[in-house]
């Protein structure tokens, strides 16, 4: 055998890795697609009813010591959905559920405390709320006294749902299902059926649900 004989076997052996490179990255990106279109669908159902039911959440939601509320009413549910080419296809760039949690109490917060005011902060930009702040300052010599914050303790949630399509997974993100916080979570794409948004359904409409059951690398963070 010569040496060209031996490129021959080299170039078709690389060949036939990338045709299998190239169906399993078919294979990857259908599943992911698919499990979006899953959840598009619905979501686009489920919106409408859960406007009607406006459940009650059984979280609290804690911005101080002195500012919790519970049974935030979830309302105003929307869904909305992106998509992007790839690979010549077009694909899900990102499915997303909104909604408010709804108490409608106008609040007023004021702190004086550095470590205080950055705590605050955090959670009121996790939170989603619309907030009038200002500096509070001595009235004669205008030396800074801490800041003031105005705000209706409405807040807002979401569910997104990020396609992987290389790798035929899904990204899930949650917004303020449980309290003021992030979850973030990974799944294969065929696990993203109708059985797991059901899941997610009863989170949202505030009974015991499993959405989490075999999670990959699930991170919650509190703000």
């Known amino acids: ?11 078709d052996a ?39 039911l406006r459940p009650k959440s059984p979280a609290r939601f804690t911005l101080d010591r002195r ?38 109490q106008p609040v007023e917060i004021v702190k004086d405390f550095l470590t205080d005011i950055e705590k605050l902060e955090s959670r009121l930009a996790q ?27 409405d807040f807002l949630g979401n569910a997104r749902l990020t396609p992987l399509h290389d790798n035929g997974r899904v990204l899930i993100q949650l917004q303020n299902l449980d309290g003021f916080e992030s979850v973030s979570f990974e799944l294969p794409g065929f696990e993203v059926g109708n059985a797991r948004i059901d899941e997610l359904a009863r989170w949202l409409a505030g009974q ?13 963070v509190e703000a």
Request: aromatic letters at 8%; hydrophobic letters at 40%; proline letters at 3%.
């Open 1 to 11: 055998m010569g040496f060209l004989d031996d490129l021959k076997r080299q170039a």
């Open 14 to 52: 690389l060949k036939a890795k990338t045709t299998i490179d190239h169906a399993a990255l078919a294979r990857n990106t259908a599943l992911a697609d698919v499990a979006c279109k899953t959840a598009l669908s619905y979501f686009i159902k489920l919106a409408p009813e859960l406007n009607v």
């Open 67 to 104: 500012n919790a509320f519970d049974a935030l009413q979830l309302t105003e549910f929307r869904v909305d959905s992106r998509r992007k080419p790839l690979r010549r296809e077009e694909v899900f760039d990102h499915v997303v559920l909104h909604w408010r949690l709804v108490s409608g």
């Open 127 to 153: 939170s989603g709320a619309q907030v009038d702040k200002e500096a509070v300052r001595d009235p004669e010599s205008g030396k800074f006294q801490g800041m003031r914050y105005r705000f209706v303790a």
């Open 208 to 220: 015991p649900h499993s959405f989490l059951q075999d999670a990959q690398g699930l991170r919650r």
